[in-house]
Nanobody
């Protein structure tokens, strides 16, 4: 089992920044690709970003490219999502996820989920 706990969400004005963190415990963190997904009210959960086991590969959904950066620190068992130039359409609950694949992109790839952290961007 892997337990994932997100933090860093909050309320920010459009154009502002936030950094989300996800602390992992349980099985070796470096065994898993990590990802961030989000779910807005009334919408399906969607992929945001993923990083491979050792951090050598990253992938982003088109709407966040150039604004969000995913990173990981395997020594601290933590994955981060740095978000800049936030937009109201980024408002959602953000979930950390772990997958025993090279990257965590598809919902069906995910083996473990965090409980989510709310990000609200006001216009």
């Amino acid at each position: 089992q892997v337990q994932l706990v997100e933090s860093g969400g909050g309320l920010v004005q459009a154009g502002g920044s936030l950094r989300l963190s996800c602390a992992a415990s349980g099985r070796p963190f470096s065994n898993y690709a990590m990802g961030w997904f989000r779910q807005a009210p009334g919408k399906e959960r969607e992929f945001v970003a993923s990083i491979s086991w050792r951090g050598g590969s990253t992938v982003y959904t088109d709407s966040v490219k150039g604004r969000f950066t995913i990173s990981r620190d395997n020594a601290k068992n933590t994955v981060y999502l740095q978000m800049i130039s936030l937009k109201p359409e980024d408002t959602a609950v953000y979930y950390c996820a772990a997958a025993d694949r090279y990257l965590a992109v598809k919902l069906t790839d995910i083996k473990y989920w965090g409980q989510g952290t709310q990000v609200t961007v006001s216009s």
